[in-house]
């Protein structure tokens, strides 16, 4: 399983961001995907997760409505797209699957939001 994300970077207060992470090693379409962050000095926390077929999606409280995971089963790749960005959501952005018992994770991609 190999998981890969790309996306992050400079961003100021109210911008918008959109993440990838590409997914390979397992049958993409037939898995949950899930988006985690994490925060210097934070614990990891949960963002979003999308169903196998993308049709359910749920989020944090802390992004609804500002937030949208979703996923394209043809290039193995789920988004995390990112509007009315806070410097709150500062953090190292990772995607995740559970795959054979296991949970994997990218490597993240950081997001900076700041003026």
């Known amino acids: 399983v190999q998981l890969v994300e790309s996306g992050g970077g400079l961003v100021q207060p109210g911008g918008s961001l959109r993440l990838s992470c590409a997914a390979s090693g397992f049958t993409f379409s037939s898995y949950f995907m899930r988006w985690y962050r994490q925060a210097p000095g934070k614990e990891r926390e949960w963002v979003a997760t999308?169903?196998?077929?993308?049709?359910?999606?749920s989020y944090a409280d802390s992004v609804k409505g500002r937030f949208t995971i979703s996923r394209d089963n043809g290039k193995n790749t789920v988004y995390l797209q990112m509007s009315s960005l806070k410097p709150d959501d500062t953090a190292a952005y990772y995607c995740s699957v559970l795959f054979g018992g296991k949970v994997y994770w990218g490597q993240g991609t950081q997001v900076t939001v700041s003026s």
């Open positions: 999308i169903t196998n077929g993308g049709g359910g999606t």
